[in-house]
Nanobody
Framework: QVQLVESGGGLVQPGGSLRLSCAPS????????MGWYRQAPGKQRELVAV???????KYSDSVKGRFTISGDNAKNTVHLQMDSLKPEDTAVYYC???????????????WGQGTQVTVSS
């Protein structure tokens, strides 16, 4: 069983920066994608950024140019550097991974518990 552990959320003023990190506990054989989603109160969960095969990245239009996703393939960790934060970035941020835990297992989605990011003056 894989568990994703997030860290780095908190309260920041508009224009500030935060860095989120996500690391798995449990054995991972192979990773297809890791990334971040977010959910604001009263809204659906949405993709923020994802890194595929440790190479290709995809961002939502709302964070392009402000957020940067990076990954460490050896450690199966993923980070999200968030700059120029806006109040509308306030949400619970969830780490996501699509991995296999062995050579014979199927690809599965895993989610972290979520970390709160609040952008407010």
């Amino acid at each position: 069983q894989v568990q994703l552990v997030e860290s780095g959320g908190g309260l920041v003023q508009p224009g500030g920066s935060l860095r989120l990190s996500c690391a798995p506990s449990g054995s991972i054989f192979s990773t297809y994608a890791m990334g971040w989603y977010r959910q604001a109160p009263g809204k659906q969960r949405e993709l923020v950024a994802v890194i595929i095969r440790g190479i290709n990245t995809k961002y939502s239009d709302s964070v392009k140019g402000r957020f940067t996703i990076s990954g460490d393939n050896a450690k199966n960790t993923v980070h999200l550097q968030m700059d120029s934060l806006k109040p509308e970035d306030t949400a619970v941020y969830y780490c996501y991974a699509n991995v296999r835990t062995s050579v014979v297992s199927s690809w599965r989605d895993y989610w972290g518990q979520g970390t709160q990011v609040t952008v407010s003056s």
